[in-house]
DNA sequence: GGAAGGACTACAAACGTTTGCAAGAGAACT
DNA sequence: AGTTCTCTTGCAAACGTTTGTAGTCCTTCC
């Protein structure tokens, strides 16, 4: 039902190969006769069939996107930048959530292959090996880990981590807690190294808690943990825990940043809204999204990109963090 | 270089035929050939190429969700959902933001027409004539709007907006705000028509303010409006906006739920993370995605559905609301 | 005035599938 | 033993494009 090319050729009485390069190649179509055809195409309501072009071309103009879980809010702004700049460059997005599931991962990526030309890997939960072997499929781009061989964005939250437990030292703690993420994150073990650094550099006792499941719940199941720890002041994996722990602390009677000060990462919607709002490590997320789909549409062109591209953090102090009780 | 079905008939010996219907309709060959293909295609890592299929089955097995804002906490659950539920129907889903601009929308549904088997519009800026227009290039359903002659989900808005004014009558509240939102939104006339209702029944007066943006600021620009009203409670079009009010109303010196109550619309994560937590009225997302999707391919089967479904909504009572200051 | 080149267009094969049709082999019926 | 039926498979056309090759017609040059 729907006009194709033929139907173009016939109504302007040229060979559909002239429809076809009308598109893909005008310059090598006599101006009035590209008129004619665009004017039929338009008349007709004529749009290229781009599975059939894929099929042809080997590009399809599609990428794939998997998110470990889109109701994070980490991630809606990713895929939104992400979104909107590949669109921007005549791409379309598939998204996926594989519910923090290694093996939904995989398959999606196996059965989104043949439709992309390259899939977006963002915070994935597979091995770097099963990854290595995916990538033979089809061109990755991975998001928030590095993976040796392959392209990939990450955020420098060493740095994050480090200005978060100087900041705390300044205003004088001298015992902070780390309330840690997911156990296969690497965000998570770079978070840890670097605040341990920060935290011997600065005559600081890094208490470690976890791992956590990096939600809410997780944050606010170790609210008596983190009240009994001795600590004055708490570094968690991201926003979302810290916010779970505030609400937590509330409930067993620690107010914050009176009795204790919290420091989240990520810098989601979610911390200017809270009380009190959360003093945390912003990572630019948007931005990330831009860059990775920006390696992946190159990776097209030369044969292998192996870069690593490091975004910026930083500390955005808000009210949540403050001196420690004088006692 | 990845497998085809070319392969996999060449390392079998068979025809590409008798491979294609190992595939698609396996009660048509014989097990002992049937069981010899599979293991050489799984040898051979075939899968089949989706849009090789489509060109000639006419089918995608792809559906693209269209929304105003992803990073509206109002959609991932409902993207989540819709994405989940299609996956487990076989299809793939595209995600594509408008950023509530309905010339957007318009080119993404034609973008999208030829890769689709169909588009989930949620919560359109467009007209209804142009809904209707793009739905003879592509099966639709509607999201969040009833539009006439084609499928839709939609949320009872209405029977919200009545139980939040009469939650706010029996606090003895006798004069409250609506903070409207989008001036196209059929939502936002529903609550409204709704609420004037509840509130005539109730013999409470009922001051209109907006329209305004559905968003955090939209709701924060109008805290010194509402400080003013004499209204001792507000119902706001969504949660982001009555989270914005609760903001705006504390900086101008009005404590909530003591001086004023809030009532927000869609019990997003948000509302049970801001303080004092939100009282809100809780709209099924997750269920009106799966709804809309499977709408969406039973469409395919009978020419047309038409159906509107209608979801429930119900009052979440949390700590925005209370009694009116006795004054 | 013939050759050489340029601009434009048509032809046809290809991409990886599906599917209607036909053919062959047995099995089951009459 | 002939007919019919079922099961299984192969053949080939089709889906809507792109693109290498070749052809036509003009210009331009020597």
Redesign the interface.
């Known amino acids: 039902m729907?006009a194709t090319i033929r139907d173009v050729a016939k109504v302007s009485g040229v060979h559909v190969s002239t429809v076809s390069r009308t598109f893909s190649a005008p310059h090598l179509v006599n101006p009035a006769t590209r008129a004619r055809v665009l004017d039929c195409a338009e008349q007709l309501?004529y749009?290229?069939?781009?599975?059939?072009r894929?099929?042809i071309t080997g590009r399809?103009h599609?990428i794939g996107l998997i998110v470990a879980?889109?109701?994070n809010?980490f991630?809606?702004?990713l895929?939104?930048a992400a979104?909107?700049h590949a669109?921007g460059r005549d791409y379309?997005?598939?998204?996926?959530?594989t519910?923090e599931d290694a093996g939904v991962e995989e398959e999606l990526v196996?059965?989104?292959?043949?439709?992309v030309d390259g899939v977006l890997l963002c915070s994935p939960r597979m091995s770097n090996t099963q990854i290595e072997r995916l990538s033979r499929?089809v061109p990755l781009v991975v998001v928030n880990r590095p993976v040796p061989g392959l392209p990939a964005v990450v955020m420098d939250v060493a740095q994050g981590a480090r200005l978060a437990v100087e900041h705390l030292g300044e205003l004088g703690h001298t015992h902070i807690a780390l309330l840690g993420g997911p156990r296969g994150s690497w965000t998570n073990r770079e978070i840890r190294r670097s605040a341990t650094i920060a935290a011997r550099a600065g005559g600081i006792e890094l208490t470690i808690i976890g791992p956590n499941p990096p939600t809410?719940e997780g944050g606010w199941a170790q609210a008596e943990t983190v009240a009994r720890s001795g600590a004055t002041a708490v570094l968690a994996y991201n926003d979302l825990m810290a916010?779970g722990l505030i609400?937590g602390l509330e409930k067993v009677g620690v107010s914050v940043p009176a009795q204790m000060s919290i420091v989240g990462i990520d810098d989601t919607?979610?911390s200017r809204?809270?009380?009190p709002m959360l003093t945390t490590v912003a990572t630019p997320t948007a931005a990330a999204g831009r860059a990775a789909v920006d390696m992946l549409l190159a990776h097209g062109d030369d044969r292998r990109t192996t870069a690593l591209i490091t975004l910026a953090t930083e500390l955005v102090v808000r009210d949540s963090s403050g001196r420690p009780p004088s006692q």
């Open positions: 729907p309501g749009r290229p069939n781009r599975a059939a894929a099929l399809t599609n879980d889109i109701a809010p991630f809606p702004p895929i939104k979104e909107s669109r379309h997005v598939f998204v996926a959530d519910n196996l059965a989104l292959a043949k439709q499929d809410e916010v609400e919607a979610l809204r809270t009380r």
